[in-house]
């Protein structure tokens, strides 16, 4: 006969953990030999973006590109001696056009919307 065994809370997590969805950066930085923006990956994947394909950065020189800061719990780039942001979702949607990533900038625009208008609406209740 088989033995039950409980697992823990932490098990259970790991167990059930929803696969990410959306991509967020855990550092950043300029490749002067590649001439590209690498961003490292929360997930642990890495990947370099030409500058010629992120808005606003095409005529960037490499000592403007020093100092890359990640903010807003890794959704988003700073770059301090342009004074550029850079969404990382955005990112991933302009150069891939993944489809995942733009359902997630979809609804992550509609959830910022509610929530500024007092959160989601309220379910209407039917006349009788």
Known sequence: MAEFKPITVRQFEQA???PQTTFRAESARYDARSAQLVVQLTNGASVGF????????????PQDLNGIEVQGRGYGLHIPSLDADISVSRLFLDVLGSHTMSRAE??????RANGAKGGRPKASTPLI
């Open 106 to 111: 979809r609804r992550a625009t509609a959830s």
């Open 16 to 18: 059930w953990r929803k």
């Open 50 to 61: 030409p500058l010629g394909t992120i808005a606003g950065l095409e005529d960037a020189k």
